[in-house]
């Protein structure tokens, strides 16, 4: 799933493409794509896009108002395979598609997700998008979060490091690869509880944050065109049998039915090798 650096990246992108054009419809191509029925994506029609920025993972595209009238927005979650690009075949029923923008100017924007879940959605709020579902939810941006606040969020929520940053609600923006990385970066266990986490732990957890939100925006905002998941920068994620590349240990990894936690022993758990299974017991 794109995660916070990888949607900051291509909002830029499609605000550079996009940004001023005058919306003429607005196709919902598959019947799960649209959350909400108020309001109507049709009163956009006519209305310059403003910017197009984001939330987390979320992209907003967010339309001028006019003079009386509060402001429009598209958020926009694209899931594990969805992606929100142009659309240059400009097929009547392109595969794969979720929705479509077109523009005065006949350019279009396509939302697509290949297989049959369909998880991909489009919310239209009016007003401050930032005030409404499904962001009103969301925790601070990840990137946000200083060390005394995270140290707090850490003692308020006594759960894995792993799950902990993987918690839309607690902080946002990271996902699998990223909680993979940060663990990796800051040398704490995956599975490390984050109520007892010391201070200069959780300083390192917040700079880890920081060096692999950067690293993963600075190598997609150098593409044409949002990355795929093999092709971005990771030390362990999705590495399992190769060398750490700080330590030349293994990177091993704990497999359970909807993702992978992967972390080096030496670097992380004090050579100690997590059991590969749910319960994630230290092997002996």
């Given at each position: 799933m794109p995660e916070l650096p990888e949607v900051r990246a291509h909002a830029e992108r499609l605000d550079a493409e996009y940004r001023g054009q005058v919306l003429s419809r607005f196709e919902p191509l598959s019947?799960?794509?649209?959350?909400?029925?108020?309001?109507?994506?049709?009163?956009?029609?006519?209305?310059?896009?403003?910017?197009?920025?984001?939330?987390?993972?979320?992209?907003i595209l967010g339309f001028d108002a006019d003079p009386g009238q509060a402001p429009l927005s598209f958020v926009v979650h694209l899931m594990q395979g969805g992606r929100l690009r142009p659309d240059t075949s400009k097929a009547r029923r392109p595969r794969g598609g979720m929705a479509r923008w077109t523009f005065e100017t006949g350019q279009?924007?396509?939302?697509?997700?290949?297989?049959?879940?369909?998880?991909?959605?489009?919310?239209?709020?009016?007003?401050?998008?930032?005030?409404?579902?499904?962001?009103?939810?969301?925790?601070?941006?990840?990137?946000?979060?200083?060390?005394?606040?995270?140290?707090?969020?850490?003692?308020?929520?006594?759960?894995?490091?792993?799950?902990?940053?993987?918690?839309?609600?607690?902080?946002?923006?990271?996902?699998?690869?990223?909680?993979?990385?940060?663990?990796?970066?800051?040398?704490?266990s995956p599975f490390a509880n984050t109520s007892r986490l010391k201070r200069d732990h959780v300083a390192a957890v917040v700079d880890a944050i920081a060096r692999?939100?950067?690293?993963?925006?600075?190598?997609?905002?150098?593409?044409?065109?949002?990355?795929?998941?093999?092709?971005?920068?990771?030390?362990v994620h999705g590495r399992a049998g190769d060398e750490c590349p700080e330590c030349g240990d293994v990177v091993r990894s704990?497999?359970?039915?909807?993702?992978?936690?992967?972390?080096?022993?030496?670097?992380?758990?004090?050579?100690?090798?997590?059991?590969?299974?749910?319960?994630?017991?230290?092997?002996?």
């Open positions: 019947f799960s794509v649209l959350k909400t029925f108020d309001p109507s994506p049709d009163l956009a029609v006519g209305r310059a896009l403003g910017a197009v920025t984001n939330r987390a993972k979320y992209l279009r924007l396509l939302l697509t997700e290949p297989g049959t879940e369909h998880r991909a959605g489009v919310w239209m709020v009016a007003g401050d998008p930032l005030a409404a579902e499904p962001l009103a939810s969301l925790g601070p941006d990840a990137t946000t979060v200083d060390t005394g606040t995270m140290a707090e969020l850490m003692a308020a929520h006594s759960m894995r490091l792993h799950g902990f940053l993987r918690r839309q609600s607690i902080v946002s923006g990271l996902g699998r690869r990223l909680a993979n990385e940060v663990c990796h970066r800051a040398r704490l692999s939100v950067a690293e993963g925006y600075a190598f997609d905002a150098g593409l044409d065109a949002m990355s795929r998941s093999a092709q971005r920068p990771s030390r704990v497999e359970y039915r909807r993702y992978t936690v992967e972390y080096c022993p030496t670097c992380q758990t004090g050579g100690k090798v997590l059991a590969d299974n749910t319960t994630s017991r230290f092997l002996k």
